[in-house]
């Protein structure tokens, strides 16, 4: 009984088949043994079982659904000549869908009596397997009519291969992406790599609790978001043991903790050495860092010098310059806001308006009725909006509730958070819902104060933020790495030395990232902080900028302290509502001008903050030809997060340093 309470089915599949063969009466016959798959979590490790059921099958007693999913052929065949008349007919339409609940077999008739039935279970017994997910290297997928399945362990010989007769396959696939990474082979579409987190890290981030309770995380890798957000100050000391180990062992090389991140952040690359593709350039003298003013907020009355007769914007570039330089007051914020984000176009007059939300409310409710109109019975049968929808109805429950807008019971706007998110899900189904987009909705909400507006206003900041939350994570590691060469960049001994301390690859850093400092800020800071970014100046990618100048302002005290991986993250953490936003920014764009003004300034560099193309950053003309955040995002693809790697020195978007 203990061993059976230290086993969670995760995964259970009847109706898996083998295909196997007997030679009976001197002649060969196809077999199908029938199956349960199973994914169990067995003390923490995660094993993919296969069972044979009691009922082998005939295949010439087999029947499959046709194409239409209507008609059902006989799968017929001789002993001189194997002719699969299913695979003729049926050429690979949707098989997942076609197969369901239309397979039917009959019971092999047992002749031998008592020995035929042991004869019989031992053949059963002799196709059941299992493996841990640790020791799984590839899975290859094929569609024969149905699909089949491949695994390929590391140490041994491969196993049987499964026949998903009944469909079920991409779920079972769905199910182990929760506990491994499976990635697509470079030179074989249908042949998916296998990674699994180091079993330690693993470990050790189960031990995250969210505050006040809200549950654990079981993989970082699984859900980073949720390791990250909640509970963020207790990872110090269990990381920290996993990546550096005991203090009897040797402290583990910098390209070790760098296999390890990248187990839990997959594709995360911490580059230790010169590369093909890597502009490797010495140390650079960057000047001295001009010091620049910041102004007062925008008034109503400055917004509306800027609006024509019929209501259109202009001179827009002045009035970007003059949000960055001293943000927006906080009654010009909910019309300002939606120009920022790209929701109304700079050009449009207030009639064009005005017809723009007529349109987008109807479209808003239309989305929000598909939702609103799922029977509790269709929602059964809907495994990804039941999750979607627990996941929405926890998190609203525990976001900026310290905040008026949002506290108490019953309270309306924790309705509207949730209302809106549960749209999302229906407008981008494929990502849905993803623990931190609450945070991201509620400042938007708040400054609104309007379901269809907020809601229009999160889609076009999701565009900017999507690849946050992606299950590749692509926008999060590449972003890690541009704020890497950034930091080396500007002080290679700081550097240095947070990787001389297993801090190199800036992990302390994600939540900053993914949610764009909104659990770093006062409630009204992020406020500022955003509608600066959402300007596009005075360059690209200006919150990495804005890590780097408060960095800065942290490394002294971290060099000076002799400050170990442990003490890193711990002080990184305890900056949370102490940081003075003005300060920040007059510092990021100080580092901006600074870094424009370098002569040898590396191309990879350039690239990041985007000084290769027209944006003009000098204090006294700072972004006079900035596209909107929406177009720049659209138009630049390395600058929103995606990695270009090529051979040549002169358009890599990556750099490595030597001091």
């Not at 002719?83 to 339409?93: A, M």
């Not at 809200?214 to 957000?229: A, E, M, Q, R, S």
């Not at 999060?476 to 700081?494: A, E, G, P, Y």
Request: aromatic share 10%.
């Amino acid at each position: 009984m203990a061993a059976d309470s230290l086993v969670k089915v995760v995964f259970e599949r009847e109706g898996v088949f083998i295909h196997t063969s007997s030679d009976e009466d001197g002649i060969e016959q196809d077999l199908l043994v029938s199956g349960s798959l199973r994914i169990v979590d067995k003390d923490a490790e995660m094993m993919v079982e296969y069972r044979p059921l009691e009922d082998s099958v005939d295949s010439t007693n087999m029947l499959c659904a046709g194409k239409d999913s209507s008609s059902v052929v006989e799968w017929v065949q001789s002993s001189g000549e194997r002719s699969n008349q299913l695979l003729e007919s049926q050429q690979s339409y949707e098989t997942e869908w076609d197969m369901i609940n239309a397979v039917s077999f009959k019971k092999k008739a047992c002749t031998n009596g008592e020995n035929g039935a042991l004869n019989h279970s031992h053949e059963r017994s002799r196709w059941a397997f299992a493996f841990s997910l640790s020791e799984l290297s590839t899975i290859t997928v094929k569609e024969e009519g149905w699909t089949v399945i491949f695994f390929q362990l590391k140490e041994s010989s491969s196993l049987p291969p499964l026949h998903f007769h009944q469909g079920g396959s991409i779920e079972f696939l769905d199910y182990l992406r929760r506990f491994a990474l499976l990635s697509q082979a470079a030179d074989d579409g249908s042949c998916l790599m296998v990674s699994t987190p180091n079993k330690a890290l693993s470990q050790s981030f189960e031990n995250l609790l969210d505050d006040n309770n809200f549950g654990l995380v079981n993989k970082f890798k699984k859900d980073p978001y949720v390791t990250t957000l909640g509970g963020f100050s207790k990872v110090t000391n269990y990381i920290f043991d996993a990546f550096r180990g005991t203090e009897e062992q040797h402290q583990r090389p910098p390209e070790e903790v760098a296999d390890l991140l990248g187990e839990v952040i997959p594709g995360l690359e911490i580059n230790q050495q010169e590369e093909p593709g890597f502009e490797v350039i010495t140390r650079i003298d960057l000047g001295v860092r001009p010091q620049v003013t910041r102004v007062g907020p925008l008034s109503v009355e400055d917004w509306t010098k800027h609006q024509d007769q019929e209501g259109r914007m202009t001179d827009v570039s002045r009035l970007k310059r003059a949000i960055f330089k001293g943000g927006l007051c906080h009654a010009l914020r909910k019309e300002a806001w939606k120009f920022l984000l790209g929701y109304f176009p700079w050009e449009s007059t207030l009639e064009e308006r005005k017809a723009l939300q007529r349109n987008k409310t109807d479209e808003y409710f239309r989305m929000k009725l598909q939702w609103k109109s799922v029977s509790a019975e269709q929602e059964r049968r809907n495994s990804k909006l039941r999750d979607y929808r627990s996941l929405i109805e926890k998190d609203v429950n525990r976001t900026d509730r310290t905040n008026r807008f949002y506290e108490g019971i019953d309270n309306p706007g924790l309705v509207l958070l949730h209302d809106i998110l549960m749209t999302y899900c229906m407008f981008d189904f494929d990502l849905g819902y993803v623990q931190g987009m609450s945070d991201l909705l509620s400042p938007i909400l708040y400054v609104m104060e309007n379901e269809v507006d907020a809601f229009w206003c999160f889609v076009y900041f999701m565009d900017q933020m999507h690849q946050n939350f992606e299950e590749q994570m692509q926008g999060m590691k590449t972003q890690l790495i541009q704020l890497s060469s950034l930091l080396r960049l500007l002080d290679v001994s700081f550097w240095n030395y947070l990787e001389s301390q297993d801090s190199g690859y800036l992990y302390f850093c994600f939540r900053w990232l993914l949610i764009r400092f909104k659990r770093e800020l006062s409630f009204q800071d992020v406020l500022r902080l955003w509608e600066v970014m959402w300007t596009g100046l005075p360059c690209q990618n200006f919150h990495l900028l804005v890590c780097c100048a408060i960095l800065d302002s942290e490394k002294h005290k971290i060099m000076e302290e002799n400050y170990g991986f442990n003490e890193i993250l711990k002080h990184i953490n305890e900056l949370s509502m102490k940081l003075d936003i003005e300060e920040i920014l007059q510092k990021s764009e100080g580092i901006c001008l600074q870094i424009k003004s370098c002569k040898d300034l590396p191309h990879a560099v350039s690239v990041i903050l985007g000084f290769d193309s027209s944006v003009g950053i000098s204090e006294s003309s700072v972004g006079a030809s900035s596209p909107s955040v929406g177009a720049s995002l659209r138009t630049d693809a390395c600058s929103n997060g995606h990695l270009r790697e090529t051979s040549s020195h002169t358009n890599s978007c990556k750099v490595a340093f030597i001091s």
